[in-house]
């Protein structure tokens, strides 16, 4: 991501769990189940403990169902309003845990 300081960008990230994510056509509602949306300098590590990454809570898409472009029934969405921090290049990645942040699975475009 090409970064102007303070511009604002709606970034939304999926996830997909059988019995989890597949109980209906909106996000489904999962104790333990935390989104986050990170930020760091790009070609830099999400996973490294010393990475320099920003991470935000994101939140459930509440507009995500059949409507929806691109929608998938099987995944979830959820979603933040990232604010550029600084002029420059920044990697994005999002992280879901499903034992409330005590462990996560790091996840990019792929």
């Known amino acids: 991501m090409r970064a102007i300081e303070g511009a604002e ?3 939304y990230g999926r996830v997909l769990e059988a019995g989890v994510t597949d ?10 189940l935390v989104a986050e949306l990170g ?3 790009r070609d830099s590590d999400p ?3 010393e990475g320099g990454w ?6 459930a898409n509440a507009a995500w169902g059949p409507d929806s472009e691109a929608f998938e029934a099987d995944w979830d969405e959820y979603q933040v309003t990232l604010t ?3 002029p420059g290049d920044w990697d994005l990645a999002y992280r879901f845990s499903r034992d409330g942040g005590e462990t996560w699975t790091v996840c990019d475009t792929g």
């Open 9 to 11: 960008l709606v970034v």
């Open 23 to 32: 109980q209906s056509d909106a996000v489904d509602a999962v104790d333990g």
């Open 39 to 41: 930020y760091g300098a």
């Open 47 to 49: 996973e490294a403990v």
């Open 54 to 59: 920003t991470w935000i809570a994101a939140a």
């Open 84 to 86: 550029a921090p600084a």
